[in-house]
Nanobody
Framework: QPQLVESGGRWVQPGASLKLSCVAS????????IGWFRQAPGKARRGVAC????????NYADSVRGRFAISSDNAKNTVSLQMNSLSPDDTAVYFC???????????????????WGQGTQVTVSS
C-alpha cells in the first residue's frame, strides 16, 4: 500500500520561511502528480501547489504564487514545498497527495488525488 509522509511543519514567526517534505513509499513518483493541500480549523481543504514529477509542470494557488515553490526529487521519491514570507493566514495542517497522471497536476480538487498523507502542522504567529 503506497504511503505518503509529510514532515517539516512547526511554529514560525510571520515573515519566516519553512520547507515541507513529502516522502513516498511503496510507489515511485516519477509518473505522479503530487499536490500540497492545506486545511485551517473550520475550513475546507484547499490546494496550494502541485507538480507532475515526470514533466515537472507546476500549478499554484493564487494565494501562494510567488511565495511558495514546489519541487520534486525523484531519486529520493520526495516532493518539497518551500514556503517564504509566511503569514498567519498560512497557518494550517498541510497534506500531500498523489495520483498517477499523464503530464499535469491540479490544485483545484481534492478528489483528483488517490493517496494522502497524514499532514503536518504549520503555525505562523508572533
Amino acid at each position: 500500500q503506497p504511503q505518503l509522509v509529510e514532515s517539516g511543519g512547526r511554529w514560525v514567526q510571520p515573515g519566516a520561511s519553512l520547507k515541507l517534505s513529502c516522502v513516498a513509499s511503496g510507489r515511485t513518483i516519477s509518473a505522479d502528480a503530487i499536490g500540497w493541500f492545506r486545511q485551517a480549523p473550520g475550513k475546507a481543504r484547499r490546494g496550494v501547489a502541485c507538480i507532475h514529477s515526470g514533466t515537472r509542470r507546476t500549478n499554484y494557488a493564487d494565494s501562494v504564487r510567488g511565495r511558495f515553490a514546489i519541487s520534486s526529487d525523484n531519486a529520493k521519491n520526495t516532493v518539497s514545498l518551500q514556503m517564504n514570507s509566511l503569514s498567519p493566514d498560512d497557518t494550517a495542517v498541510y497534506f500531500c497527495a498523489a495520483v498517477r497522471a499523464s503530464e499535469d497536476c491540479t490544485v483545484r480538487s481534492t478528489f483528483y488525488y488517490d493517496y494522502w498523507g497524514q499532514g503536518t502542522q504549520v503555525t505562523v504567529s508572533s
